[in-house]
């Protein structure tokens, strides 16, 4: 069964990077894409960005000038990195995995369990 | 961006019901809508992909149609382990959009 686990420090003061990273298990990395998904306290989704296993990645226009993600096929991990953080960055980060369907329809099939992270001083 | 709109925000319904949720995109996103559950306290969980194919595993009284801009997720019969909040997301183009939510309530 294919698992998916976030791990990362819950408290990042303010100005600081966030970072997180997203395990997973019973399955190879390779020739997927990865994703990362924020859900702020009591509201809807935000998709954060995701990146291929060669390393090549996407982000959210609204993020792009602080984010960073990386792929490490060795650990079979990938990461995110958030600088310049603000309280507004307070939220649950999600991990996934990207489905892609024969028809190209792509959907996030996997998901770890969530890990929260606050911003304060 | 393509922004989704989904409706009702919440709605209050009873063991047996059917329920229907809706969600417009601002652009034609062709079938490229899923549709996810999200338990309390859990991740959210995919139902239905490509606007209309059931995911592995999911109970068949989830059903999903539409195309373009306009898309629903309809539960036949309401069960107890329904009440939780459905997001519909599109695929079509990055940055993925998701709806805000509707809370399915007793």
């Known amino acids: 069964q294919v698992r998916l686990q976030e791990s990362g420090p819950g408290l990042v003061k303010p100005s600081e990077t966030l970072s997180l990273t997203c395990t997973v298990s019973?399955?190879?990395?390779?020739?997927?894409?990865w994703t990362w998904i924020r859900q702020p306290p009591g509201k809807g989704l935000e998709w954060i960005g995701h990146?291929?296993?060669?390393?090549?990645?996407n982000y959210n226009p609204s993020l792009k000038s602080r984010l960073s993600m990386s792929v490490d096929t060795s650990k079979n991990q990938f990461s995110l990195d958030l600088r310049s953080v603000t309280a507004a960055d307070t939220a649950l980060y999600y991990c996934?995995?990207?489905?892609?369907?024969?028809?190209?329809?792509?959907?996030?099939?996997?998901w770890g369990q969530g890990t929260a992270v606050t911003v304060s001083s | 961006d393509i922004q989704m709109t989904q409706s009702p925000s919440s709605l209050s319904a009873s063991v047996g019901d059917r329920v229907t949720i809706t969600c417009r995109a601002s652009?034609?996103?062709?079938?490229?809508l899923n549709w996810y559950q999200q338990e309390p306290g859990k991740a959210p969980k995919v139902l239905i992909f490509?606007?209309?194919s059931l995911q592995s595993g999911v109970p068949a009284r989830f059903s999903g149609s539409g195309s373009g801009t306009d898309f629903t997720l309809t539960i036949s019969s309401l069960q107890p382990e329904d009440f939780a909040t459905y997001f519909c997301?599109?695929?079509?183009?990055?940055?993925?959009?998701f709806g805000g939510g509707t809370k399915v309530e007793i």
């Open positions: 996934a995995r990207v489905n892609i369907t024969v028809s190209g329809v792509s959907m996030m099939d996997v």
């Open positions: 019973n399955f190879s990395i390779y020739n997927y894409f």
């Open positions: 990146i291929y296993s060669s390393g090549v990645p």
């Open positions: 652009q034609n996103i062709r079938d490229y």
């Open positions: 490509a606007a209309s």
């Open positions: 997301q599109q695929t079509f183009m990055t940055p993925r959009t």
